[in-house]
C-alpha cells in the first residue's frame, strides 16, 4: 500500500527540500560561490607560483574544486537532516500513512539534485575562465557517474552526523574536515612537493585518486588504476556510512 | 469493541535495562477527550509513541481506531495525527505551503482547498505568506495543530500540547481541542499541568512509574478522596487571572474558567 505512493510522497519531500535551498542565501553562496572564489582564487593569485606540470593549470584544478563543492553541499544536508529529527518532523512524517523510506531518500535524493546543479554552475564559470576539455561523450558520463557516486558516499557520512548529533556544532563538526580533504591531496599541487608524512597520506586518501581519475577522463589521458581505486572508495564509502547512518536512523528517529 | 478508539492490554517497553512501561492497560471512548497524566520520565512519551506506531511495544497489544499497531500500522496511521512534543511545522516554508505539503502527504484530492479551509479555521489566512519561522509561538502551535487535523483523522495525539506556551496561547488551545471534541474526534492528549487535564478531559489516567495507577473520570477521581470538607478561604486573584486582566483577555479569563 505504502509503496503506490512512493514517487508521490518522494515528488513531495523533495520539492520540500529544494525550496528550503533556494530560499537560505547562505546555502546558496557556500555551496556554489565559495568554490568559484576559490577558483578565481587559485588560478589568478596562486595559479601562477604553482608548478603542476599541466599547462593549463585551471584544468588541472577543476577536479578538487567540484569535489569540494560536494562537500560543502552535504554539509548542508546533513544539517537539514539534524533540523527535522530535532523539531519532530520525521516523527509528524512516519506517523502519517506516506512511503517512510521516501523521507530519508528524499533528503538524499536533494543531496544529489542540489550539488548536480551547483556542479553545472562551476564547470559553466570555469569553461568562461578558459577550462577546455578534450574527452568526449563517454569519459564525460564517467565523469558524471564518480562525481554521483562521491556525493551519495559523502551524503551518506553527512546523514551519520545529521542523524546522531546532539548539537548543531556537532553536525558541522563532523563534516567540516571533509572541505578539508581536497586541500591534503593531489587537487591543488601534486603531492610529489609534499613532505614524505603528509605526502603518504595525500597519495592514499580518496580524493587522491578520485581527483586523479577525474583528470585523466577530462583530458583524454588513460585513467590506468585510479578510476577503480576511485570507484573502490566511494562504494566501500557508501556501504559502511550507510550502515551506520541507518543504525542511527533506527536509533534516533525509531527509538529502536 | 465498536465504541472503543484506543485499547491497550499489558504493554510493556524497556530501552537498555530501564524498564519504561511496566504493563499499561487503556480504553479510550470514541469521541472523549483522553488525559494521560504524569511527571516527567513517567512514560508518557512512550506510550504515544507505541500508539502512533513510531515506537514498537516489547509485549502486550494495542488497538488504535481498530486496527493493531503491529499487525496493520498503515491503517493505523491513516486513522490518527500526532502532534508531538515540538512544534513540527517546517520553518522555511509558508503555513499554507506546510498544511499544503502534509495535505499531499495524506493524498487528498484537493490539497489546495484543504490547506485553505484550514487557515481560514485556525485564523491564519493573515499569515499564510508568511514563512512559519517567523510566526508567534501560539501561532505555530496554532498551524502544528491545523497540519494534525488535515485529512480528518479520527483519533488525534496531543503529547504535551502546551508545554513553553504562555497563558493567551494555552487557553487558545485548550478553546480548540474542545472544538475538536465537539467535531466527534477522539483526543488523547498527555500532560504533566493537572489543571489541564481538570480543565479538558472527560476521563484523567494517572501513569506513574510505567503502570496506570488510576483511570477514571474527574468526580470519580475526586471520590478516591476523603469527603470535601467546607471551609472559608479568602480567595486571592492569581497571577494567571492579573495577567490576562491586565492584558485585557477578561473574556479568555471567564472561558478559562
Known amino acids: 500500500m505504502e509503496a503506490t505512493y512512493f514517487s508521490s510522497d518522494m515528488g513531495v519531500m523533495i520539492g520540500r527540500s529544494m525550496r528550503h535551498i533556494f530560499r537560505s542565501i547562505d546555502t546558496i553562496i557556500k555551496v556554489a560561490l565559495m568554490p568559484i572564489l576559490y577558483m578565481l582564487l587559485f588560478v589568478y593569485v596562486f595559479g601562477g607560483a604553482i608548478q603542476s606540470g599541466a599547462g593549463n593549470y585551471l584544468n588541472y584544478l577543476l577536479p578538487g574544486i567540484l569535489l569540494m563543492a560536494i562537500a560543502s553541499g552535504v554539509a548542508y544536508t546533513g544539517y537539514r537532516l539534524f533540523l527535522d529529527v530535532q523539531r519532530g518532523i520525521f516523527e509528524r512524517f512516519h506517523s502519517m500513512p506516506i512511503a517512510h523510506s521516501a523521507v530519508l531518500w528524499g533528503h538524499v535524493l536533494t543531496s544529489l539534485l542540489s550539488t548536480g546543479i551547483s556542479l553545472i554552475v562551476i564547470v559553466l564559470v570555469a569553461l568562461v575562465m578558459g577550462f577546455r576539455s578534450s574527452a568526449g561523450v563517454l569519459p564525460w558520463l564517467a565523469v558524471i557517474g564518480i562525481l554521483a557516486l562521491f556525493t551519495l558516499a559523502l551524503t551518506w557520512i553527512a546523514a551519520i552526523a545529521g542523524l546522531s548529533a546532539r548539537s548543531i556544532d556537532g553536525v558541522s563538526a563532523f563534516s567540516y574536515p571533509l572541505i578539508f580533504l581536497p586541500l591534503i591531496s593531489s587537487a591543488f599541487v601534486p603531492t610529489k612537493t609534499m613532505p614524505p608524512v603528509v605526502r603518504v597520506f595525500a597519495e592514499n586518501q580518496p580524493v587522491t585518486s578520485i581527483v586523479n581519475a577525474l583528470r585523466a577522463l577530462l583530458t583524454n589521458q588513460p585513467v590506468g588504476n585510479d578510476i577503480w581505486i576511485a570507484l573502490a572508495w566511494c562504494v566501500g564509502i557508501i556501504a559502511v556510512a550507510l550502515f551506520f547512518a541507518m543504525r542511527a536512523y533506527r536509533r534516533r528517529v525509531l527509538g529502536r | ?257
Open chain 2, 1 to 257: 469493541m465498536t465504541d472503543s478508539a484506543i485499547t491497550t492490554k499489558g504493554l510493556k517497553k524497556s530501552y537498555g535495562k530501564t524498564e519504561v512501561l511496566k504493563g499499561v492497560d487503556l480504553d479510550v471512548r470514541r469521541g472523549e477527550i483522553f488525559a494521560l497524566l504524569g511527571s516527567n520520565g513517567a512514560g508518557k512519551t512512550t506510550t504515544i509513541k507505541i500508539l502512533v506506531t513510531l515506537s514498537r511495544p516489547d509485549c502486550g497489544t494495542a488497538l488504535v481506531g481498530g486496527f493493531d499497531v503491529l499487525k496493520s500500522p498503515g491503517d493505523v496511521r491513516r486513522s490518527i495525527s500526532l502532534t508531538g512534543q515540538f512544534t513540527a511545522v517546517d520553518e522555511m516554508l509558508t503555513g499554507r505551503e506546510n498544511l499544503h505539503m502534509i495535505a499531499r502527504l495524506r493524498h487528498l484530492d484537493n490539497p489546495a482547498g484543504v490547506a485553505e479551509g484550514l487557515l481560514e479555521r485556525f485564523g491564519l489566512t493573515g499569515a499564510a505568506a508568511h514563512r512559519a519561522g517567523t510566526y508567534s509561538g501560539g501561532m505555530k502551535r496554532r498551524l502544528d495543530l491545523a497540519m494534525s487535523l488535515v485529512g480528518m483523522p479520527s483519533v488525534i495525539f496531543l503529547d504535551e500540547p502546551t508545554a513553553g506556551l504562555d497563558p493567551e496561547a494555552r487557553l487558545e488551545v485548550w478553546e480548540m481541542v474542545r472544538e475538536l471534541a465537539k467535531g466527534g474526534t477522539t483526543v488523547f492528549l498527555t500532560t504533566q499541568y493537572l489543571d489541564e487535564a481538570e480543565k479538558l478531559a472527560n476521563r484523567i489516567a494517572i501513569l506513574h512509574d510505567g503502570r496506570i495507577i488510576a483511570d477514571a473520570t474527574l468526580s470519580e477521581l475526586k471520590k478516591l478522596l476523603p469527603p470535601a470538607k467546607v471551609e472559608y478561604v479568602e480567595k486571592q486573584p492569581t497571577l494567571e487571572e492579573i495577567f490576562l486582566h491586565m492584558t485585557g483577555k477578561e473574556a479568555a479569563r471567564k472561558e478559562a474558567r
